[in-house]
């Protein structure tokens, strides 16, 4: 049994990779709290403190996730007391790209380690690296951006290979039951579902001071971030420019099962070769509201609103919703005549935990929405992205998608199938229609008569289904085996299929995704 009590580190940052979630979500809905806010990722330690792990039978328990764990007690009073955390990752994976006939093959090691002292200060670390070769539906991609989604740059081998190193790590401070300050390069992911219209995992790590405040039934994050642009890269690292974001969230329990969440950021450049700009002061304050913020200084800056909420109903079913505005005019949304401006997106989903009272059994179906233009910026470098890669969903912009997901775990062995199928707005004859968002949005071609998914209409459909044994639960070691079937086709005639074979040993916990 895990129980998380007083005496527990508080000031953790637990990040649970989507299969895992469910552990959590089961915990939610069993017990919903007022204290519990269950959006914002990574959580913070001491929010999961009076949850416990008895009501999913499962012997994998992903907040405790150590190798090796040691707590040191000194002094009349045991005020120094030293809690050393380490773990081994291991990412494997062998397999075969039935469409080119060639095994592909990742590599990748790696530790995590943390030391958590007197229980309101903690200190983690995270470090891998390795040579990874992708399947066809991958490695196109890589080629092409000469990135690794969520994981850098890639260093191109002489055996048509990739490598890669990447860093993450974080100083965390408690100093009450209220306030927690970090400092750090990492992630995070905003939402209840599979994607994120308002802040996803996708992109690379990056450096962040953060804040994050509990107080009655809200939590409140605010976190300033220095991302990087890539839209002058020509292979160096000095030719990456500078952009920055502060981003706010407000979190809201009303009540015990529903909750009420706010977001708004704002993204601005950096120097380019037109001005020097650095972090600007104007957007220090915590607590503005960045439209009037913007227009008080004559800001053209890209500024960003949404809104989440969820709702946990009887019998393990959490529903759940996001919407985005990236521009905002009731006028032309009421005209419904396809502003190019009329920026928006939204997802709705559930899941459905122990479904038909089987123990073990998750069901999930999601669908996402994000008009063309979306998250696109006059200066690109203003964009809504990190390290050339899309800082919410990884389509960019102008499609539709249903996702749907089925999973039953039992002991230590795990049966899960995910299912995908988008339409997305692709450009035709170099005309900007709205999809990428590494594009300026000055050169759309006309203003009026935009619609989601128009231009050539690229229809992805991929299914994955895998086999999981959990070989230590407590440090995440696990095998894999799986089956990817991957379909595209367009209106312009083009049409692939992507079959591919895969078998990996893995501990690690963060999410990489094979579905964009």
């Given at each position: 049994m895990l129980t998380f009590s007083q005496n527990e580190p508080q000031a953790q940052n637990i990040f649970i990779n989507h299969e895992n979630q469910n552990t959590i979500d089961a915990w939610d809905i069993k017990q919903p709290s007022f204290e519990f806010h269950s959006s914002f990722k990574p959580y913070l330690s001491s929010t999961l403190q009076n949850y416990s792990d008895t009501c999913v039978q499962f012997l994998h328990h992903p907040i405790k996730n150590t190798f090796l764990s040691k707590t040191f007690n000194e002094g009349p009073n045991k005020r120094n007391q030293y809690n050393v955390?380490?773990?081994?990752?291991?990412?494997?994976?062998t397999g075969y790209d039935l469409l080119n006939s060639k095994f592909v093959l990742e590599t990748i090691g790696g530790a995590h380690a943390k030391i958590n002292i007197n229980n309101d200060f903690t200190f983690a670390l995270t470090a891998i690296g390795g040579r990874v070769s992708y399947p066809n539906f991958i490695d196109t991609s890589i080629q092409t951006t000469g990135l690794i989604p969520g994981l850098g740059r890639a260093f191109k081998n002489s055996d048509g290979s990739h490598s890669f190193s990447n860093l993450t790590g974080y100083i965390s401070y408690s100093p009450n039951k209220t306030f927690n300050f970090q400092l750090g390069k990492d992630k995070h992911f905003i939402g209840e579902g599979y994607r994120s219209l308002l802040l996803s995992d996708f992109s690379?790590?990056?450096?962040?001071?953060?804040?994050?405040?509990?107080?009655?039934?809200?939590?409140?994050?605010?976190?300033?971030?220095?991302?990087?642009?890539?839209?002058?890269?020509?292979?160096?690292?000095?030719?990456?420019?500078?952009?920055?974001?502060?981003?706010?969230y407000l979190s809201f329990n009303a009540l015990k099962?529903?909750?009420?969440?706010?977001?708004?950021?704002?993204?601005?450049?950096?120097?380019?070769?037109?001005?020097?700009?650095?972090?600007d002061v104007n957007y220090l304050n915590p607590i503005i509201f960045y439209r009037p913020q913007e227009y008080s200084v004559g800001s053209s800056d890209n500024s960003m609103m949404?809104?989440?909420?969820s709702a946990k109903l009887f019998g393990g079913l959490k529903i759940y919703a996001q919407a985005v505005a990236d521009e905002f005019f009731f006028k032309e949304i009421k005209a419904r005549k396809g502003w190019w401006a009329n920026k928006q997106g939204w997802q709705f989903g559930a899941k459905y935990i122990n479904a038909f009272k089987v123990k073990g059994l998750t069901i999930q179906a999601e669908y996402n929405e994000v008009r063309p233009y979306t998250y696109t910026h006059g200066s690109v470098q203003q964009n809504y992205a990190n390290y050339g890669q899309a800082l919410a969903h990884p389509f960019g912009?102008?499609?539709?998608?249903?996702?749907?997901?089925?999973s039953y775990r039992a002991n230590r062995w795990m049966l899960s199938f995910q299912g995908i199928s988008a339409t997305i707005g692709m450009d035709t004859l170099g005309s900007n229609l709205g999809q990428n968002i590494f594009v300026s949005y000055t050169t759309r071609p006309y203003e009026?008569?935009?619609?989601?998914?128009?231009?050539n209409k690229m229809k992805l459909m991929q299914s994955d289904i895998k086999f999981t044994y959990y070989v230590i639960p407590q440090m995440n070691l696990r095998v894999e085996l799986g089956y990817i079937q991957r379909s595209i086709k367009d209106?312009?005639?083009?049409?692939?299929?992507s079959p591919y074979i895969y078998f990996g040993v893995k501990t690690s916990i963060h999410n990489f995704y094979r579905d964009y």
């Open positions: 955390q380490a773990l081994p990752i291991i990412d494997i994976q690379n790590n990056n450096p962040y001071f953060g804040i994050n405040a509990n107080i009655w039934r809200i939590q409140y994050n605010v976190w300033y971030s220095w991302m990087k642009d890539f839209s002058s890269y020509d292979g160096s690292q000095k030719s990456l420019q500078n952009k920055y974001g502060t981003f706010h099962g529903l909750n009420i969440s706010f977001f708004e950021n704002v993204v601005w450049q950096g120097t380019d070769t037109n001005r020097v700009r650095n972090f949404g809104l989440n909420i912009a102008n499609f539709k998608e249903y996702l749907g997901f089925m009026y008569g935009h619609k989601t998914t128009q231009g209106d312009l005639g083009y049409e692939l299929q």
